[in-house]
């Protein structure tokens, strides 16, 4: 461990100094975020003795997001993003894409660092194994299944109603009842619960009922164009069974391929004239998903122009104790931090790496990644009982969706999940040893 920590080290001076300094070129700063992937990945894994847990599963997506783009670009240049017009990737040449590709890098060192010393204090404190009583299992079964059932009658509401398609492309559904509904947002919170609730309470032959109804839930979105909807439950659902024992394997690696190379290619292939139909129309490039996941680098080049040409300044903290200010004063009329942004590059989303950053400049992103990489990996190694470990997945989801998008909606999405766990952990009822 200590080795690893070291290099860590070595790795996240290299970045600080280059970024300090201001000598950094793409060329250069691709280099080393080339060996910044390989370590992070290796040293986690290994901290984690083959498992791919929670913490693994937001490291992966925070990866994907702040480099899917950029290293297929430095490798096969512009002809790798073909399927992108001239305007939307005007931003590669910004000159301030080498300090935003370095600030990703400063960011996942910075989370695998803390994640390393969390696990080091926290190591012998981890007892989840599936020990934990019938009925313990049993409920947080149900309580899945509820969730995963509202989810479907709330799309089935729709449907009937004929707001909504249960076929159609990604933009019917963007126009849809379903999607335009005040009520979607929980809808998807309570399928990101529902799916980590299912996941932790038992495998997929003990509760086959429960994964054909996720499935079916799954295909709804999909057939929709919806990928993320689905991914950062089933992402989540992976670090989860990590965190219970099983380990990576042939099989799961598989698995994650076909997902990465087949199937989220095939939906944003045809996302735009619907599957139905058109499967055969299919054009699947192997780089599609980590480009289209790694676009939300553009975001980070933009608010760095945007803070050089002086267009806003730094927020000091207010894009993170608003949102938790509004959240317990409804009585009041809220501001919101980042609203000016969010006009300017509306449809974009955003990431936590440039939203730490617009916080407190370097400070910001090292703070934010050390504390969620210090936090996560001490919940997931103290999590004593099925349902605690089903809280924490959940918020897991939370943070990988709060990845490619404003932090804004943190506060209130764990609001929710809170409460869920509390009244699930309340409820008292006796099962029987055969639950569906």
């Known amino acids: 461990m200590r080795k690893m920590t070291i290099l860590l080290f070595i790795e996240w001076l ?19 975020t080339i060996i910044t992937i390989i370590l992070v990945i290796w040293v986690s894994i290994k901290a984690d003795k083959g498992h791919f847990t929670l913490t693994s599963s937001l490291l992966v997506y925070t990866i994907a997001t702040q480099f899917g783009l950029v290293i297929p670009y430095f490798f096969f240049g512009r002809d790798i993003l073909s399927q992108y017009h001239d305007y939307t990737l005007s931003f590669l040449e910004n000159g301030t894409l080498p300090k935003a590709v370095l600030l990703g890098n400063i960011a996942v060192i910075t989370f695998v660092f803390m994640k390393l010393y969390s696990k080091n204090k926290y190591r012998k404190k981890r007892i989840i194994k599936r020990n934990q009583k019938v009925n313990d299992e049993s409920k947080v079964y149900m309580a899945g299944i509820v969730m995963l059932l509202i989810v479907g009658f709330y799309f089935m509401f729709h449907i009937l109603l004929g707001g909504t398609r249960l076929i159609s492309t990604y933009e019917a559904f963007m126009n849809s009842s379903a999607y335009k509904s005040p009520l979607y947002s929980y809808i998807l919170i309570f399928f990101y619960s529902g ?3 299912l996941a932790s309470s038992g495998t997929i032959k003990e509760h086959k009922s429960g994964w054909i109804l996720w499935i079916i839930l799954v295909l709804i979105f999909a057939l929709n164009g919806n990928k ?33 190379f087949l199937i989220i290619p095939t939906i944003t292939s045809l996302r735009n004239m619907g599957i139905a139909g058109n499967l055969s129309s299919a054009q699947i490039n192997f780089f599609d998903a980590f480009s289209e996941m790694g676009m939300q680098i553009r975001t980070s080049v933009y608010v760095l122009d945007d803070l050089d040409k002086g267009v806003y300044g730094y927020l000091y903290g207010k894009s993170y104790f608003l949102p938790i200010f509004n959240l317990i004063t409804p009585f009041l009329n809220h501001t919101t931090a980042t609203s000016l942004i969010r006009s300017t590059y509306k449809g974009y ?13 370097i400070i910001g992103t090292i703070i934010y990644f050390g504390i969620i990489g210090y936090f996560l990996t001490k919940w997931e190694n103290t999590a004593k009982d099925t349902l605690k470990l089903a809280y924490i997945g959940s918020i897991t ?25 509390i009244l699930v952990k309340k409820v008292r009822i006796k099962f029987s040893d055969k639950i569906l």
């Open 195 to 197: 799916s980590i609730y």
């Open 349 to 361: 989303g955003f990431n936590q790496v440039i939203e730490s950053y617009l916080n407190f400049n």
């Open 228 to 260: 993320g909807e689905f991914m950062y439950a089933l992402l989540a659902v992976m670090g989860l069974k990590g965190i219970q024992g099983q380990k990576l394997s042939f099989k799961i690696l598989m698995f994650m391929s076909a997902i990465l």
């Open 14 to 32: 290299l970045c600080m100094v280059t970024y300090l300094l201001g000598d950094y070129t793409f060329d250069k700063v691709c280099i080393l």
């Open 397 to 421: 989801c939370i943070l990988i969706n709060a990845t490619r998008n404003y932090f804004a909606f943190v506060p209130g999405q764990i609001c929710v999940i809170t409460v869920i766990y």
